[in-house]
T-cell receptor, first 112, second 113 residues
């Protein structure tokens, strides 16, 4: 079993829809939860990170962490064609140097 | 502008040749990383360096080598011993105490035939 599971999609939604992207994980030691956006043939871009449980909002993006269920989500409101990309979740334990464990990414297409 | 640069964007090599991928950052980050990305797989860590003149193997270091002679630079050499070198290679950097907050370069697509 992988430490981080993420549905690769693709996920197609109409412009303006609310998008929900999710990851599950098995290692309860993860404390930092990150979301990256990666456009085709580009490097990943860090969208936001959350420490421990709770919500974090940044513009149209909201990240949620439910540590009791080992489940994290990224919501995109009022989705735009420019949001079409692959979204990678990533996780990290706390304390000194720790490697980041990435999901395989979910490919999102927002249709005009 | 602060950021990470990788060059070249595309690289073609014949089997049996070593090739070096460049990575430079001006974010004043202590830590730097090399990842490999293949379709259907998450990013896999090749090597990382937390400080100049020191680096550690990641999960898939076989067939790769690195050096860290300057804080700004972390070149990766793909040797002929790497069995499946064709991939998208990504360099990243972070603060030494914030390895969860990594910033990536644009990547180098290496094709070996």
């Amino acid at each position: 079993q992988k430490e981080v599971e993420q549905d690769p999609g693709p996920l197609s939604v109409p412009e303006g829809a609310i998008v929900s992207l999710n990851c599950t994980y098995s290692n309860s030691a993860f404390q930092y939860f990150m979301w990256y956006r990666q456009y085709s043939r580009k490097g990943p871009e860090l969208l936001m990170y959350t420490y421990s449980s709770g919500n974090k909002e940044d513009g149209r993006f909201t990240a949620q962490v439910d540590k009791s269920s080992k489940y994290i989500s990224l919501f995109i409101r009022d989705s735009q064609p420019s949001d079409s990309a692959t979204y990678l979740c990533a996780m990290h334990k706390s304390g000194g140097y720790q490697k980041v464990t990435f999901g395989i990414g979910t490919k999102l297409q927002v249709i005009p | 502008d602060g950021g990470i640069t990788q060059s070249p964007k595309y690289l073609f090599r014949k089997e049996g040749q070593n090739v070096t991928l460049s990575c430079e950052q001006n974010l004043n980050h202590d830590a730097m990383y090399w990842y490999r990305q293949d379709p259907g797989q998450g990013l896999r860590l090749i090597y990382y360096s937390q400080i100049v003149n020191d680096f550690q193997k990641g999960d898939i270091a076989e067939g790769y080598s690195v050096s860290r002679e300057k804080k700004e630079s972390f070149p990766l050499t793909v040797t002929s011993a790497q069995k499946n070198p064709t991939a998208f290679y990504l360099c990243a950097s972070s603060g030494q105490s914030s390895s969860y907050e990594q910033y990536f370069g644009p990547g180098t697509r290496l094709t070996v035939t």
